[in-house]
């Protein structure tokens, strides 16, 4: 075979051209189909293209990627060789899913407006070796995003009524953090604020153009833009052994498990109450939507005490995390509670858990405390989901990796799973032991399984759009926001499951190998290998232990 520098050349110049080629969207956990490629630190002063002749160009190189990584891969008999070029044959796989199956470059308004306002707080943002740096590339970012918008007009031929709504209201954010950048822009670099101004009224100027060729669409239903990838993703990015039936069957057993444990709970809390009166009227130590953030941030400093207590990394555990409101050009697209990690080995890079106490335009103040009180009554979890040991710890883990593939390789199915199966390591490990707690623990992980029964069960043809909004409505929603869950869906098959069979297959794994060595050194082992498949973890455990 080829010796393991041939294959790490092929790999370096494989993420070299997606940092080159992607600069934003490899520096941006937004994307999950990419990887964190790590020269994209060298590219802040540029934005991704997505004019159709380079699209069709990077679809044909990453073919060519691709078969190179299987040619390679089939020449070695090295256990750990083998599963790097695993890794980037079935990332290279994910990447033409996104761009040349689905081809969603064609109908997500929503890709282009983040390229652009991701990549500016970027470049105003990550570290720099001067502030002359940051300044410079700041106003390349910024002219050029017109172009971006312009790439989008003339690739966008029709747009689902989800991704419509979103782009109208994300478009209007975006021209209020423009005039946040403006005044950074005014206070921080003083030389540039005539060119500033009129570069900034050059990118003002080409969201409105942007919205106005929106508002001339006319919104198509979502599920005609499903297309349907799921089993495609299954074998070929996230290199599953389960058939989507088996994955199916999974979720429909946990189902029945996590309701039985949902009555149990309610059996002995309140007899005469059902689960959800019973989730929704607990709200522990409420707290004003001006303490939120103070209520997160003081809970991720306990569970990095109680974690540290029992055995984790102090080094990853301490490991910096901000945590702020969801930044403006992001309010409309981002969950209420959100990770946004540095995707950088350097250490003055940050990671950001968002916060969002109030939903998009145009909702009641109802609402808007309906949002407030599961803020307060999820902190816990979310906060675990979220930072630790969920995403920010598994993050601070992958950055550390020597191994420089599995450093830069994320898998969704892992990331999802490991940040669900986080959740569950609060019961595990006694944190979580107020039967209130509990209940609303498990009716987050209800909510978990009805999202992989219904990813998979559309395309399996078991479910039906009356029985998955039935599964939703029993998970405490209701019909409308339901009803506007299954749209969003329908854009993205393959995606919903990860959260919960990814957090089943990590508890497989606990069951069968955990027992073989002291708590720490199980996780460490585990999360050392990098976003590995779950069959080839189980190779590396076998591998392990026959040494």
């Given at each position: 075979?080829?010796?393991?520098?041939?294959?790490?050349?092929?790999?370096?110049?494989?993420?070299?051209?997606?940092?080159?080629?992607?600069?934003?969207?490899?520096?941006?956990?937004?994307?999950?189909?990419?990887?964190?490629?790590?020269?994209?630190?060298?590219?802040?002063?540029?934005?991704?293209?997505?004019?159709?002749?380079?699209?069709?160009?990077?679809?044909?190189?990453?073919?060519?990627?691709?078969?190179?990584?299987?040619?390679?891969?089939?020449?070695?008999?090295?256990?750990?060789?083998f599963?790097?070029?695993?890794?980037?044959?079935?990332?290279?796989?994910?990447?033409?899913?996104?761009?040349?199956?689905?081809?969603?470059?064609?109908?997500?308004?929503?890709?282009?407006?983040?390229?652009?306002?991701?990549?500016?707080?970027h470049?105003?943002?990550?570290?720099?070796?001067?502030?002359?740096?940051?300044?410079?590339?700041?106003?390349?970012?910024?002219?050029?995003?017109?172009?971006?918008?312009?790439?989008?007009?003339?690739?966008?031929?029709?747009?689902?009524?989800?991704?419509?709504?979103?782009?109208?209201?994300?478009?209007?954010?975006?021209?209020?953090?423009?005039?946040e950048?403006?005044?950074?822009?005014?206070?921080?670099?003083?030389?540039?604020?005539?060119?500033?101004?009129?570069?900034?009224?050059?990118?003002?100027?080409s969201?409105?153009k942007?919205?106005?060729?929106?508002?001339?669409?006319?919104?198509?239903?979502?599920?005609?833009?499903?297309?349907?990838?799921?089993?495609?993703?299954?074998?070929?990015?996230?290199?599953?052994?389960?058939?989507?039936?088996?994955?199916?069957?999974?979720?429909?057993?946990?189902?029945?498990?996590?309701?039985?444990?949902?009555h149990?709970?309610?059996?002995?809390?309140?007899?005469n109450?059902?689960?959800?009166?019973?989730?929704?009227?607990?709200?522990?130590?409420?707290?004003?939507?001006?303490?939120?953030?103070?209520?997160?941030?003081?809970?991720?400093?306990?569970?990095?005490?109680?974690?540290?207590?029992?055995?984790?990394?102090?080094?990853?555990?301490?490991?910096?995390?901000?945590?702020?409101?969801?930044?403006?050009?992001?309010?409309?697209?981002r969950?209420?509670?959100?990770?946004?990690?540095?995707?950088?080995?350097?250490?003055?890079?940050?990671?950001?858990?968002?916060?969002?106490?109030?939903?998009?335009?145009?909702?009641?103040?109802?609402?808007?405390?309906?949002?407030?009180?599961?803020?307060?009554?999820?902190?816990?979890?979310?906060?675990?989901?979220?930072?630790?040991?969920?995403?920010?710890?598994l993050?601070?883990?992958?950055?550390?990796?020597?191994?420089?593939?599995?450093?830069?390789?994320?898998?969704?199915?892992?990331?999802?799973?490991?940040?669900?199966?986080?959740?569950?390591?609060?019961?595990?490990?006694?944190?979580?032991?107020?039967?209130?707690?509990?209940?609303?623990?498990?009716k987050?992980?209800?909510?978990?399984?009805?999202?992989?029964?219904?990813?998979?069960?559309?395309?399996?043809?078991?479910?039906?759009?009356?029985?998955?909004?039935?599964?939703?409505?029993?998970?405490g929603?209701?019909?409308?926001?339901?009803?506007r869950?299954?749209?969003?869906?329908?854009?993205?098959?393959?995606?919903?499951?990860?959260?919960?069979?990814?957090?089943h297959q990590?508890?497989?794994?606990?069951?069968k190998?955990?027992?073989?060595?002291?708590?720490?050194?199980?996780?460490?082992?585990?999360?050392?290998?990098?976003?590995?498949p779950?069959?080839?973890?189980?190779?590396?455990?076998?591998?392990?232990?026959?040494?």
């Amino acid at each position: 075979m080829k010796n393991s520098d041939d294959y790490q050349n092929i790999a370096d110049k494989y993420f070299d051209y997606l940092a080159r080629r992607f600069p934003v969207m490899c520096a941006s956990d937004e994307f999950d189909f990419l990887p964190r490629s790590q020269n994209a630190a060298n590219h802040f002063d540029k934005l991704d293209r997505f004019n159709s002749d380079s699209i069709e160009e990077t679809i044909e190189q990453l073919k060519r990627f691709k078969q190179e990584f299987k040619t390679v891969k089939n020449e070695t008999d090295d256990l750990e060789q083998f599963i790097d070029l695993e890794l980037l044959q079935a990332n290279a796989s994910g990447i033409l899913i996104e761009m040349d199956i689905k081809r969603s470059w064609q109908y997500n308004p929503l890709l282009y407006l983040k390229i652009g306002f991701i990549g500016l707080d970027h470049a105003l943002n990550k570290p720099a070796a001067s502030s002359q740096e940051v300044a410079d590339r700041t106003m390349a970012r910024l002219s050029f995003i017109p172009d971006l918008l312009q790439q989008g007009i003339d690739n966008i031929r029709s747009v689902p009524e989800t991704y419509y709504q979103a782009s109208l209201r994300m478009a209007q954010d975006c021209r209020l953090y423009l005039g946040e950048v403006a005044k950074a822009i005014s206070k921080k670099f003083r030389d540039y604020q005539d060119k500033a101004s009129k570069t900034v009224r050059n990118a003002d100027a080409s969201i409105e153009k942007f919205l106005q060729f929106l508002t001339s669409k006319t919104p198509v239903p979502d599920r005609q833009f499903a297309v349907a990838t799921l089993e495609t993703s299954l074998r070929d990015h996230f290199l599953s052994v389960h058939t989507p039936d088996e994955i199916f069957a999974i979720a429909v057993e946990e189902w029945h498990t996590i309701l039985e444990q949902l009555h149990n709970l309610q059996s002995q809390l309140d007899i005469n109450k059902t689960w959800e009166q019973l989730y929704h009227g607990f709200t522990p130590d409420p707290v004003p939507e001006s303490g939120i953030v103070a209520l997160y941030k003081d809970e991720i400093y306990r569970l990095q005490t109680f974690f540290s207590q029992n055995g984790f990394s102090e080094e990853l555990l301490s490991a910096p995390v901000k945590i702020e409101y969801t930044p403006t050009y992001l309010q409309s697209v981002r969950s209420s509670a959100s990770f946004a990690a540095a995707f950088s080995r350097d250490p003055r890079e940050e990671s950001y858990f968002f916060i969002s106490t109030q939903f998009p335009q145009h909702n009641s103040q109802e609402t808007d405390q309906h949002l407030q009180r599961r803020l307060n009554r999820e902190y816990k979890m979310l906060t675990a989901h979220e930072t630790i040991p969920g995403h920010h710890f598994l993050d601070s883990f992958r950055r550390k990796l020597s191994n420089p593939i599995r450093r830069q390789i994320e898998s969704p199915l892992f990331y999802e799973g490991w940040a669900s199966y986080a959740e569950s390591m609060l019961i595990e490990y006694g944190y979580l032991n107020n039967p209130l707690e509990l209940l609303v623990s498990h009716k987050r992980e209800l909510w978990r399984s009805a999202r992989c029964q219904i990813d998979v069960g559309f395309t399996i043809g078991k479910l039906t759009d009356d029985s998955a909004l039935e599964l939703l409505t029993q998970c405490g929603f209701d019909p409308a926001e339901a009803s506007r869950q299954l749209d969003r869906f329908h854009l993205n098959p393959g995606y919903q499951l990860c959260y919960g069979y990814g957090s089943h297959q990590f508890k497989q794994l606990q069951k069968k190998y955990s027992h073989l060595s002291d708590s720490k050194d199980y996780y460490e082992f585990l999360l050392a290998g990098g976003e590995l498949p779950f069959h080839l973890i189980e190779k590396r455990f076998e591998n392990r232990h026959l040494k």
